[in-house]
């Protein structure tokens, strides 16, 4: 028996059921009679009654010889002094029997009511704040939905990534004429997923497919799959799927997609893993479930791709990749015209100028780099933003706040003008060096007491050793003008070392630039987009106790000829070091302008002079 005829059957049963106890309800109330108290006591007085039911507020007596239909009587019980009382007027009475079922069931219901409503309206709140939603809505997906009109971005305002932009007006050509490409029997990837470091745009790309192709585009973060709940996430993959067919052709964006799709089994001694993993099981299996001819197209976005499963990045489900990096010069130019056309900028600044000054900056850094600017002329009262207010722009960014109020006593800003003077001469005296552009004794962010800035002329993409070794002298500069100076060392080189140390580190380990150790590397590039801090990423050693030595023995000596070179440059210039270190103690900051006139007569020193480095050196070299 089928699941269909058990329902009728059971709907039979009810209904025979009902339609007999209605037939006794119905013959009841024919067979008895409800009369007034004193006809009832008449009829025990003709002897009608054969015996009498007494329960608690009513009479029921059955008649000897039935009276047409009639074979009960009914009556409301009186109390027997009452009664007696009115038996002597001779006229009829009766008591009625209020109806008091509706308020006992009020007297339950209510109360009952009241406490779940409570119950329900903290629970809610709490839900809220923790996220959960409520119970009816926990396995629908949170993806808000736009459409062409609610998007807002297009690819005019996308600059800076032109090879990502390119690939992905190939999807947009897709799904605006799906069956242009089928008519060779090709067919768009189903997934594309857009890789690069945070603040790229690559979310905003996404969104300039939706807003291009004109199609619904459902954006939801990995993290709002998962739960408190086990199988929340997957059902809520379930559903998101099946609204995305249902108003196909349409894109599906998951931001964030490393909080969804680590690779299963990793890091198994944090914990387990099941709900997300439950959760990654059904993202793949809906992805090989739908046919990208309908026009449904998966995008993805992650600064984190080498903890993605390998499960998502095999063909068939995210088989593009497309990396969305930071912009070059051309690009910041392009990301900074996007972002002025909003701000009254002065007609005689170039924007080049001012990319000039942001390389590396991301372009979400570019945006906030024009705020700042814009904020910078308005608090000084001006009508329009100029390259000094972007200047103090990427100062800020870059260096920190101003700390006006931590007041330095004399011999801590001699040593802090004398330490940021040896980096700027280091710098200017090495040929191929960046040149500088601002060096400032204002205490700046959380721990610097001064700054030097330094402009590069164009972006580098590759280094040689001796260009990483111009850097490394420049960062011991301040130490090695404090030794020179003061025959003292302070703590305000601690980051210039911590800096001068990794890039010595890398050169070893990782470019095989010692020739004792070799063209090894002892230490893989670890492939992430995330700028993590050193000591954050396990180190694991994979070279021998004597190899150790051996790379503990070249980095020190890197470091350590580094700080010699800089050294031989600052005597040589001891007297520029000076003079340019009373006009800092003097004017506190020092444009680029101002130290072209200071350093005159700088004596420039090749690096070639400098001691040889090797893991065979002795310490100190």
């Known amino acids: 028996m089928d699941k269909k005829q058990s329902w009728n059957l059971g709907y039979w049963l009810l209904a025979s059921l009902l339609l007999l106890w209605l037939q006794a309800l119905w013959q009841n109330t024919n067979q008895s009679e409800v009369v007034p108290y004193s006809a009832f006591e008449q009829a025990l007085s003709d002897g009608r009654i054969a015996d009498v039911t007494v329960n608690e507020r009513t009479l029921t007596g059955r008649l000897k010889v039935a009276e047409g239909q009639k074979t009960v009587l009914v009556t409301a019980r009186v109390e027997p002094d009452l009664a007696a009382r009115l038996d002597k007027y001779q006229v009829p009475y009766t008591r009625v029997v209020e109806s008091t079922w509706l308020k006992n069931l009020a007297s339950w219901i209510v109360p009952s009511l009241v406490f779940f409503g409570l119950w329900f309206f903290l629970f809610r709140s709490f839900a809220d704040k923790q996220g959960m939603g409520g119970f009816l809505s926990i396995g629908k997906s949170r993806a808000k939905i736009y459409v062409q009109t609610n998007t807002g971005v297009t690819f005019a305002d996308v600059a800076g990534v032109d090879e990502a932009r390119h690939e992905l007006e190939e999807v947009v050509d897709f799904l605006k004429h799906p069956q242009e490409y089928g008519r060779l029997g090709a067919h768009i990837p189903k997934g594309v997923l857009l890789v690069g470091p945070p603040g790229t745009g690559k979310t905003l790309l996404a969104k300039a497919v939706a807003g291009e192709a004109g199609v619904p585009f459902f954006s939801i973060s990995g993290s709002e799959f998962v739960e408190m709940f086990v199988g929340v996430g997957a059902a809520r993959v379930r559903d998101l799927f099946e609204q995305a067919r249902k108003m196909a052709p349409a894109i599906i964006f998951i931001d964030e997609l490393d909080a969804l799709g680590r690779a299963r089994g990793a ?355």
């Open 267 to 621: 890091f198994p001694g944090l914990g387990g893993h099941d709900e997300k993993e439950q959760t990654l099981n059904q993202l793949l299996s809906e992805m090989d479930g739908f046919d990208s001819s309908v026009g449904l197209i998966i995008l993805s976005a992650t600064n984190r791709p080498e903890i993605l499963d390998p499960a998502l990045l095999r063909a068939g489900r995210f088989d593009r990749q497309v990396l969305v990096d930071r912009p070059d010069r051309k690009g910041r130019t392009d990301i900074l015209k996007v972002h002025v056309r909003k701000i009254r900028l002065d007609a005689a600044l170039n924007v080049e100028d001012v990319a000039a000054l942001t390389p590396g900056f991301s372009g979400a850094d570019l945006a906030n780099l024009v705020n700042e600017a814009t904020l910078v002329a308005t608090r000084r009262k001006a009508d329009q933003v100029t390259l000094p207010d972007f200047t103090a722009a990427v100062e800020r960014i870059v260096a920190g706040l101003e700390r006006k109020n931590r007041v330095l006593n004399p011999k801590e800003r001699e040593a802090v003008a004398f330490h940021e003077m040896g980096h700027a001469l280091v710098a200017l005296a090495q040929p191929g060096a960046d040149p500088v552009h601002k060096v400032s004794i204002i205490p700046r962010g959380i721990g610097a007491l001064g700054y030097t800035i330094q402009r590069p002329t164009e972006d580098r993409y590759l280094m040689t050793r001796p260009e990483l070794e111009q850097k490394i002298a420049v960062l011991m500069g301040g130490r090695a003008a404090e030794k020179l100076v003061f025959e003292l060392l302070s703590t305000g080189a601690a980051d210039d070392l911590a800096k001068a140390t990794d890039m010595a580190r890398d050169m070893v380990t990782r470019y095989g630039m010692d020739e004792g150790l070799g063209y090894v590397a002892f230490e893989p590039k670890r492939q992430q987009m995330l700028e993590l801090p050193a000591g954050v990423l396990p180190q694991g050693s994979l070279v021998s106790e004597h190899t150790q030595q051996c790379i503990d023995d070249a980095i020190r000596a890197i470091v350590m000829a580094g700080f010699a070179q800089a050294t031989a440059i600052l005597q040589a210039n001891r007297a520029v070091l000076e003079r340019g270190a009373r006009a800092l103690l003097e004017k506190e900051t020092v444009d680029e302008a101002a130290i072209r006139t200071l350093v005159t007569d700088l004596k420039r020193i090749d690096a070639t002079g400098a001691a040889p480095t090797g893991a065979n050196l002795p310490a100190g070299t």
